[in-house]
Nanobody
Framework: QVQLVESGGTSVQAGGSLTLSCAAS????????MGWFRHAPGKEREPVAT?????????HYSDSVTGRFSISRDNDKNMLYLQMSSLKPEDTAMYYC???????????????????????WGQGTQVTVSS
């Protein structure tokens, strides 16, 4: 089991930018598929982005954030990041960092990923985008 702690969530105006961070511990971090999910009130938790390789090769994004968000990881520091730009009010949600051993989840179509696909979760960090 990996321990995950997110940070960086805050309130921001539409059009702004924000970077979320996730610190991982307890495991060989480089061997895990990492992802960001979000959960807005009244909606199901949805995948945002996944990444396995630190180079960002084959990172995957949901359609709603493609071109605006960028996921990255630093395996030396056991850190995961989500750079968000051109934020919209509909990006308002609790953002969660998630981890799963191996590469399988990171080569799965992101639209099919759900909460049950990742074995470890952080406590979440709130992002609020005002218009």
């Amino acid at each position: 089991q990996v321990q995950l702690v997110e940070s960086g969530g805050t309130s921001v105006q539409a059009g702004g930018s924000l970077t979320l961070s996730c610190a991982a511990s307890g495991v060989t971090y480089s061997k895990f598929c990492m992802g960001w999910f979000r959960h807005a009130p009244g909606k199901e938790r949805e995948p945002v982005a996944t990444i396995y390789s630190p180079s960002g090769y084959n990172a995957h994004y949901s359609d709603s954030v493609t071109g605006r968000f960028s996921i990255s990881r630093d395996n030396d520091k056991n850190m995961l990041y989500l750079q968000m730009s051109s934020l919209k009010p509909e990006d308002t949600a609790m953002y969660y960092c998630a981890a799963d051993p191996g590469v399988r989840r990171c080569i799965t179509y992101i639209g099919s990923l759900g909460e049950a696909d990742f074995s470890s979760w952080g406590q979440g960090t709130q992002v609020t985008v005002s218009s």
